[in-house]
């Protein structure tokens, strides 16, 4: 089936009823008529160029019945069938058509058939994978791209900064509000002196906080809010 509208297909020899049906598919949102057939054959022949989810089928056609049309079809597409003779219904449902509509076919009655169709499940967006922005600092004049997920905790110093990687220490003229502005997600604030990365916590206790050799400490207006945001670190 296709992903938005139902492909459909009316085969239909006379003219007056394949223009009907033909307006009644233009007034519904999720069906889009891609071609009308006079004859089975020419159905047929369609078919096996070009994927269709539903067939308007009248019964009665040139050359080859409708209902002997369908026999011939080893992965039919959705049908409902019109027809001016009630007699072939039990029959058709052998065949599982979705509908049996009798002419006239008002559009109510053919609203109601269209209904009972199966409809492809709206489809969700694919979410795109976020990609970090690097943080951008500036040492003696001279700017630095640094990635945010190697940055492990960030000390205060007075104006200074000491940004702990797992690789170096670098030390940048900024303040700590600022870096927890920066650096924001992942980050929290454990001392006024210190931020730290939840993911480079290695261990922690009522007063401390480890992530690898350094060992920091809880200040004491932290505390609550420091084990709010571990309260789910040992899970």
């Known amino acids: 089936m296709s992903t938005d509208r139902l492909k459909c297909m009316i085969v239909e020899d006379e003219a007056l009823a394949a223009e009907i049906i033909a307006d009644y598919v233009a007034e519904v949102p999720y069906l889009e008529l891609v071609a009308t057939m006079s004859d089975a054959i020419s159905a047929l022949e369609h078919l096996r160029r070009t994927p269709i989810d539903v067939i308007f089928l009248d019964i ?54 269209v209904n009972r169709l199966r409809r492809p499940m709206p489809q969700k967006p694919i979410a795109m994978p976020q990609v970090e922005e690097p943080l951008i600092i500036t040492i003696n004049k001279e700017h630095l791209r640094l990635d945010r997920s190697n940055v492990c905790f960030v000390e205060g110093m007075r104006e200074y900064v000491g940004i702990h990687t797992t690789e170096d220490r670098l030390v940048v003229k900024d303040s700590l509000k600022r870096m927890l502005e920066l650096l924001g997600g992942d980050f929290f604030q454990i001392h006024k002196s210190y931020l730290v990365a939840k993911k480079h916590i290695t261990a922690y206790s009522a ?29």
Not at 60 to 89: D, W
């Open 60 to 113: 009665h056609l040139p050359r080859l019945k409708g209902l002997e049309f369908l026999r011939t079809l080893s992965n039919a597409p959705q049908v409902i069938l019109t027809t001016a003779y009630p007699n072939y219904a039990l029959e058709s449902y052998d065949l599982g058509v979705v509908d049996y509509l009798l002419k006239p076919i008002g559009f109510p009655r053919f609203l109601q058939a």
């Open 207 to 235: 007063t401390t906080i480890t992530i690898g050799a350094h060992k920091l400490p809880i200040g004491r207006q932290y505390r609550d809010q420091v084990k709010q945001v571990l309260q789910d670190w040992t899970k």
